[in-house]
């Protein structure tokens, strides 16, 4: 569920009740009293859409570089809930297998360079992962908190990590609307792939799971592991046509 990122007075006030109820009301074991409150709402959800020539950019970055790679990407807002990941930039950056790190010189040199109209549209910070997980690391939540102090409150930001695997990580922080989006409140998109959904409808239609497999096992060392799989039906199968016609009755034109 999304969260909010700053207190509102409302939930100040909730908070400083909710504490004093419990400062009235604990009984301590060994001196130590502690209080924690998290703050949520109870729905809501944003479109990540990522234009064909960034999500290539992004795909190549992932899948060419053995070690971790960041980058910077122009955004565009389309009203409350949706938001368009134009471009991709890679910035000045020392990496390893586990880390990206930046010369804040040469990074900001680098920020000069770029021309207002984009510069002001970076609004997106993404790397890669490699092969391992995409959660977070301890430097990733430090990094994000530096960037999330220099937003004012009419701003907006996305954070992304890739593998390999083509697993995503995103977080949206919406500061003009006060609202943090994570994992499943993020639907990330391609843009340009809504004719895509009719033609996954019709092929779910067309494709039906086999009937005929059946799982071969033996045993080793005492215990039965599965080896392979194998059609129960082999002969009779219509799988196993070997004609030069589709079931359909249509041949290629020679």
Do not use: C
């Amino acid at each position: 569920m999304p969260r909010p990122i700053v207190l509102t007075e409302e939930m100040k006030q909730k908070a400083k009740n909710d504490f004093a109820t419990m400062l009235d009301n604990t009984k301590m074991t060994n001196g130590k009293f502690s209080y924690n409150k998290s703050f949520k709402y109870e729905d809501g959800n944003v479109t990540v859409w990522i234009t064909t020539e960034a999500y290539r950019k992004i795909l190549a970055l992932v899948m060419e570089f053995s070690d971790e790679v960041g980058w910077h990407a122009t955004v565009t807002r389309d009203g409350d809930s949706e938001f368009t990941i134009d471009d991709i930039f890679v910035y000045p950056q020392e990496v390893t297998g586990s880390t990206v790190n930046t010369d804040q010189t040469e990074y900001t040199q680098w920020l000069y360079k770029l021309d207002d109209e984009t510069f002001n549209k970076i609004r997106m910070q993404g790397h890669s992962h490699v092969n391992m997980g995409v959660s977070p690391s301890g430097v990733d939540d430090k990094h994000r908190q530096q960037i999330l102090e220099q937003l004012d409150s009419t701003m907006f930001y996305i954070f992304m990590i890739w593998n390999k695997s083509l697993t995503v990580h995103t977080l949206v922080y919406d500061m003009a609307r006060n609202v943090l989006y994570e994992e499943d409140d993020v639907d990330v998109r391609l843009l340009g792939d809504d004719d895509m959904d009719e033609f996954l409808a019709d092929a779910q239609e067309k494709v039906q799971k086999s009937g005929h497999m059946k799982n071969k096992h033996k045993k080793e060392n005492g215990e039965q592991i599965e080896i392979y799989n194998e059609y129960e039906d082999f002969e009779n199968s219509s799988l196993f046509d070997y004609s030069p016609y589709y079931r359909g009755g249509r041949k290629w034109n020679h």
